[in-house]
DNA sequence: CTTCTGACA
DNA sequence: TGTCAGCA
């Protein structure tokens, strides 16, 4: 994760400021967690504490709703966003493991080492 | 003063 | 979804 979307994933904002952010009342923020469509991070005193990628979520949800989804249907969407998620890091761990692969590969037939290179090459 | 949970005249 | 109660 790039240091960009770890700010916006920074749980920091009381449900007050989202409030203000978003136009909602609290009552929806709420309802909208009570119905696992966000998950917002709580403080030690059990206050909830939004990040900037939760206040999308909300503003997005609310469209939804406005456009007459149901609760399930928006969950079921967020379900198969995590998935297509979870496919690309599961390809760029893959890549990572094939580039390792192939580093050990080259280190091993002599081929990738400039220094070694040279000494085998006469 | 702000937020939280639970409940419903 | 609004709103009020009683806490923390």
Known sequence: MGEKELRKSMAVFPIGTVIRLTGLTARQIRYYEEQELVFPKRSEGNRRLF?????????????FLKDRFTMADIRQYYALEKEKQQRKE?????????????????????????????????
Do not use: A
């Open 51 to 63: 990040s900037l990628n939760d206040v999308d979520r909300l503003l997005d949800i609310h469209d």
């Open 90 to 122: 599961q390809e760029m761990t893959d890549r990572q493991v094939r580039r390792l692969f192939q580093d050990e590969l080259l280190s091993e037939s002599g081929l990738s080492n400039p220094t070694v290179n040279s000494h085998n090459l006469r």
